[in-house]
């Protein structure tokens, strides 16, 4: 199959789960400490191994236990573009809201279900679909890329965060103001790039989860925070 068949299939495969999973309904337990979100990332999770497996030809799907002293780069550029996510989203919520006091995601969750579900399961998932399967079926865009800080950023990569950052904003809701979503857009497109020049080094979908975790760990701290405050 023609490297070009190849690229459109992953895109399409992709936006097709991405679909799915945003506009389907999956996996309501209605059990108090599962979030909603549990059934969305299962079913993210599910058919991300099926599209692997179907398409083993063209991805070659890798994960191993990372060597500890490569982790450092990578968790630290995680952290820092959770800082950077954080800023990026407070300020677009504020300004898409006059001053009101930005509500995260998150708030309605407790400290518990956000590491279980938000900076565990829900990292493992969504980098397997856009890394682990998407990344690696535009392998055949890794040769081309653009220059950032001395630091090659091939074309897949790219294509993979971009895509990554319009998922965070379907189902579209036209409450949300162009300053809102925008940030919404570039929040995760930040860390899908990290995420993917870390995998597209290593070749293992290990690190691509670990950057993941590492730029989720704002919202841990801001439920933290919160549980803090009386």
């Known amino acids: 199959m023609k490297n070009n068949k190849i690229l459109i ?13 945003s506009y389907g309904h999956f996996l309501n337990l209605k059990i108090d400490f599962i979030p909603n979100s549990f059934g969305k990332h299962t079913v993210i999770l599910f058919l991300s191994i099926v599209a692997i497996y179907l398409l083993r030809k063209y991805v070659k799907y890798r994960i191993s236990l990372p060597i500890f002293k490569t982790l450092l780069k990578p ?7 959770s800082v950077l996510s954080a800023m990026i989203m407070s300020v677009a919520l504020v300004v898409s809201s006059g001053n009101n006091s930005p509500k995260m995601p998150t708030s309605n969750l407790s400290v518990t279900q956000v590491i279980i579900f938000v900076f565990i399961y829900a990292s493992i998932a969504e980098e397997m679909l ?16 653009i220059s950032i800080f001395k630091r090659k950023i091939s074309f897949a990569v790219i294509l993979s965060a971009v895509m990554f950052g319009f998922f965070h904003v379907i189902p579209f809701n036209s409450d949300n103001t162009i300053i809102h979503t925008t940030g919404m857009v570039i929040a995760p497109m ?18 691509a989860i670990i950057v993941h975790m590492s ?14 405050t009386p």
Not at 130 to 145: A, C, E, H, Q, S
Not at 191 to 206: H, P, R, T
């Open 190 to 207: 930040l860390l899908g790039i990290v995420a993917g020049y870390y995998q597209e080094k290593y070749d293992n979908n290990i690190y």
């Open 9 to 21: 299939i992953g895109i399409f495969v992709t936006v097709i789960i991405a679909y799915i999973v």
């Open 75 to 81: 968790i630290g550029l995680g952290l820092l573009v």
């Open 215 to 228: 730029g989720n760990l704002m919202g841990i701290i801001g439920v933290i925070v919160m549980s803090m």
């Open 130 to 145: 856009f890394r682990g399967f998407l990344l690696n079926i535009l392998k055949p865009l890794k040769d081309k890329g």
